[in-house]
Structure formats: structure tokens, C-alpha cells
T-cell receptor
Framework: GQNIDQPTEMTATEGAIVQINCTYQ??????LFWYQQHAGEAPTFLSY????GLEEKGRFSSFLSRSKGYSYLLLKELQMKDSASYLC???????????FGKGTSLLVTP | EAGVAQSPRYKIIEKRQSVAFWCNPI?????LYWYQQILGQGPKLLIQ????????DSQLPKDRFSAERLKGVDSTLKIQPAKLEDSAVYLC???????????FGQGTRLTVV
């Protein structure tokens, strides 16, 4: 089984940087994913980490520490359209099931 | 490339009725997931298929939920009978291989009244 924790809500200002943390406990880790979900829409893939370290993709970066069971998503140069829910998901080795946290609702203000 | 197709987009039923959802994954994607997403929460995995076989259905309430993927392509999820607490968005997702991300459909929003 898994336990995935993320903050419920965060607020940040347009143009700023925000870090969304995710901690997890799992019996068999096989990768960590971040998805973005706008209200009423399907989740869309942002990033994937399977090894420790930082993965950078434009304004978005994701970090993983497997020994600490910890990841974060870093969003730079925030834009209003970044207001959305950010979902942390852990993939298990058994069957490669993808299990999600409850999501962090990010509000970007002017 | 066409995305994951789901239908219907919306469904309203009375409690104790039955309902079925349909998903057509991206062509060639062997793995198919069904998730339940209650308002304000993250998606909860209900069942995972690899081709036409079930990999994980540990969180599927089997007394009322069933799912099949007979030919290893499209899939149906059924609820019979529905309860008020089944009101949620039902998301279907697929992925081609192990080390790739999953792609989601738009979901079916179910309201049980």
C-alpha cells in the first residue's frame, strides 16, 4: 500500500516561484509523476522522476529523494493559467500501478 | 494521435439504478486504468488492466462495481446498484509501456440522486 501526502492548498503571486512538496511511503517504488489538473478537465502529465535529483522542463522542475520518500514540484515565473490542482503520483513496482495523492490546489493571484 | 475517449461525459441516475461507462484508450496502449475522483480529491485507482487481464483491482468495490476489457482494447466500467457516494468523475487512462506516463480521458461525471 501507499501513503502520499501533499498540502491541500497554496497561494502564490504571479511572476513568483512556488514549491509544492510531496512525501510518500510505499512498499515498492518505481517512479514519481506530477500531473496538472484544471477544474473540470483531465489530468495532464508534467514530469517524471525515477532517479534521485532534479528534472527540469521549462518553467517546471521536479526533484526526487528516494531515501527520504520526498519530491517537490517547482514552478517558476508563475502565470495566472498555472492556477490548478497539482497531483503527485507514485508508481509501484507491483503491476506498475499509479497511485495519486489528494492534490494541491494552487491559486495564482495578480 | 487521438486521445483517450470516454463516454458519456455526464450521467445523472437515481440511487439503486445501474450505469455503465465506456473507454477507448489510445491505439496500441496495453495498460488501461479506471480511476474514481471525488470532488476535491485526487484520483483513486479502481482497476488496472494489462491487455485483457486484470493487474490490480484491490480497491474496486466488487459487490457493486465491475469492469471488463474483453479484447484488450476498449473497456467498460459498470456500477450496479449505484449509491449516493458513487457521485464522482470516472477517469480512464492508458499508457503504452512501463516507463511512460499515463494519458487521461476527459472523464464521465456521474451524479447519483
Amino acid at each position: 500500500g501507499q501513503n502520499i501526502d501533499q498540502p491541500t492548498e497554496m497561494t502564490a503571486t504571479e511572476g513568483a516561484i512556488v514549491q509544492i512538496n510531496c512525501t510518500y511511503q510505499t512498499s515498492g517504488f518505481n517512479g514519481l509523476f506530477w500531473y496538472q489538473q484544471h477544474a473540470g478537465e483531465a489530468p495532464t502529465f508534467l514530469s517524471y522522476n525515477v532517479l534521485d535529483g532534479l528534472e527540469e522542463k521549462g518553467r517546471f522542475s521536479s526533484f526526487l529523494s528516494r531515501s527520504k520518500g520526498y519530491s517537490y514540484l517547482l514552478l517558476k515565473e508563475l502565470q495566472m493559467k498555472d492556477s490548478a490542482s497539482y497531483l503527485c503520483a507514485v508508481r509501484e513496482t507491483r503491476g506498475y500501478a499509479l497511485n495519486f495523492g489528494k492534490g494541491t490546489s494552487l491559486l495564482v493571484t495578480p | 494521435e487521438a486521445g483517450v475517449a470516454q463516454s458519456p461525459r455526464y450521467k445523472i441516475i437515481e440511487k439503486r439504478q445501474s450505469v455503465a461507462f465506456w473507454c477507448n484508450p489510445i491505439s496500441g496502449h496495453a495498460t488501461l486504468y479506471w480511476y474514481q475522483q471525488i470532488l476535491g480529491q485526487g484520483p483513486k485507482l479502481l482497476i488496472q488492466f494489462q491487455n485483457n487481464g486484470v493487474v490490480d483491482d484491490s480497491q474496486l468495490p466488487k459487490d457493486r462495481f465491475s469492469a471488463e476489457r474483453l479484447k484488450g482494447v476498449d473497456s467498460t466500467l459498470k456500477i450496479q446498484p449505484a449509491k449516493l457516494e458513487d457521485s464522482a468523475v470516472y477517469l480512464c487512462a492508458s499508457r503504452p509501456t512501463v516507463n511512460t506516463e499515463a494519458f487521461f480521458g476527459q472523464g464521465t461525471r456521474l451524479t447519483v440522486v
